[in-house]
């Protein structure tokens, strides 16, 4: 026969597991919330095309950016890629830009790189990223963000991370500031690899060249971002350049719009602007060979450190940018 003095324990321990329970719910739901949030420059969103979920949380790429990049210093890793690697990751860039998500993830998966895709924070944009997907971040080969959201009509290139500070910074900003753009990014310090082997703007076996050389070969038109020393041309604030091309209406808009900006921009094609002309730059030469808009622009340090003067070059380039977009040259 059951006493009440028997039911007691039996009670204590239906109590004791109900409790057990519900800590194990909990954590169980942070776990899952720790899982959904990227860490400070990892590969961020998930792995889906076009017509994917919207994922779990937006994504800030500025953070995202800042996070990747933060350990790049001279003398860092860097591994050259070959010729096969190089064109596997500018395939997969091209079929992420075509759509085919199916057809992007097997040539990237190849080398070891994704293609995910996530909600911008700032924008409210899709956006798709192609990154290494491995633990060999330090092969230094970058990565590519693509705007979903409207018909890809441009690319901003960022070669020389960190090295010409805040030029990381920038490309965000301009990425966001108009639609239908491509960001590239390199993966290392310019001065990372032996021998010159990091500088992507002055070598054609890189990925950085691989990706750009593809999206110039589909007629879109570029912007490559980079920083100059004011001491080295005083009274100027920045160098506007087509590089090895001839000047087209999309030089004289961007340096005019930085003059109305408050910026004084020497126009390479008609001043003395040192050697910052950008007429070595691998990208630029590749794109004059084909005829397509390319520009080279030299940014003293103050425009881009400082984040309100960055915001406003910025959005000079986006006007130009928003031109490309519309079919202008």
């Known amino acids: 026969m059951e006493t009440r003095g028997s039911r007691r324990p039996l009670l204590l321990s239906a109590a004791v597991l109900l409790v057990l329970a519900a800590l194990a719910a909990v954590l169980t739901l942070a776990v899952r919330g720790s899982a959904e949030r990227p860490a400070a420059g990892a590969a961020a ?13 937006p994504v800030d790429l500025a953070a995202l ?11 860092g890793p860097y591994t050259a890629p070959d010729a096969g690697q190089r064109r596997a990751i500018a395939d997969g860039v091209l079929g992420a830009l075509d759509g085919q998500a199916e057809q992007a993830g097997r040539s990237l998966a190849r080398v070891g790189y994704r293609l995910t895709e996530f909600t911008e924070a700032a924008t409210g944009r899709r956006v798709a990223e192609i990154a290494d ?6 092969r230094g080969w970058g990565r590519v963000y693509l705007d979903l959201s409207a018909r890809t009509g441009w690319s901003v ?12 910074a920038l490309g965000v900003d301009l990425f966001r500031a108009a639609p239908g753009g491509v960001l590239v990014l390199a993966g290392a310090h310019r001065r990372a690899g032996a021998d010159g082997a990091s500088d992507v703007a002055h070598r054609a076996d890189t990925v950085f060249a691989a990706v750009v050389e593809a999206l110039t070969g589909r007629g879109l038109p570029g912007i490559q971002v980079h920083g100059f020393d004011e001491g080295s041309l005083p009274g100027q604030d920045a160098v506007v350049s087509s590089g090895a091309g001839q000047p087209g209406p999309a030089a004289e808009l961007t340096a005019t719009g930085l003059g109305k900006a408050g910026y004084a921009a020497c126009r390479a094609w008609r001043e003395k602007c040192g050697q910052l002309g950008g007429t070595t ?46 079919g202008q040259s």
């Open 133 to 138: 997907g491995t633990d060999a971040e330090g």
């Open 65 to 75: 950016v800042d996070g990747y990049t933060a350990g790049f210093t001279a003398g």
């Open 157 to 168: 290139q960022v070669p020389h991370p960190v090295s010409d500070a805040r030029t990381e």
């Open 45 to 57: 969103g998930a792995p889906v095309g076009r017509s994917g979920p919207t994922g779990p949380a």
């Open 281 to 326: 730059n691998v990208e630029g030469r590749f794109a004059a060979g084909l005829g397509v808009p390319w520009l080279h622009v030299e940014l003293g340090n103050g425009l881009r450190t400082e984040p309100a003067r960055r915001a406003a070059v910025a959005g000079v380039l986006a006007q130009t940018a928003r031109g490309w977009a519309a």
